[in-house]
């Protein structure tokens, strides 16, 4: 079992910046990939940015050198920079972590962000 517990969440006007973390912890070594996802009310959960073991990352386009996605393997925690913020990136965050060993999923329980003048 891998546990996240996800925080940094809030209110911010536009332009701001908001930064999210994601503490993983249980059996940390069956971590592949960590990424954040969101979810806009009426909207599919989409991929915001992942980072893989090895370090690569890949965004959505709607967050390209906006957003930075990081991950401190002595801490096993992954962080999401969010910057230039819009208020269409308003959502509920979700960190994921893809697992090996056997192939599986663990989600956080999400934090909201949202975006507002």
């Known amino acids: 079992q891998v546990q996240l517990v996800e925080s940094g969440g809030g209110l911010v006007q536009p332009g701001g910046s908001l930064r999210l973390s994601c503490a993983a912890s249980?059996?940390?070594?069956?971590?592949?990939?960590m990424g954040w996802y969101r979810q806009a009310p009426g909207k599919q959960r989409e991929l915001v940015a992942a980072v893989i073991r090895g370090g690569s990352t890949n965004y959505a386009d709607s967050v390209k050198g906006r957003f930075t996605i990081s991950r401190d393997t002595g801490e096993n925690t992954a962080y999401l920079q969010m910057n230039s913020l819009k208020p269409e990136d308003t959502a509920v965050y979700y960190c994921?972590?893809?697992?090996?060993?056997?192939?599986?999923?663990?989600w956080g329980q999400g934090t909201q962000v949202t975006v507002s003048s």
């Open positions: 994921n972590a893809r697992l090996v060993a056997p192939i599986g999923d663990s």
């Open positions: 249980g059996n940390i070594f069956r971590i592949y990939t």
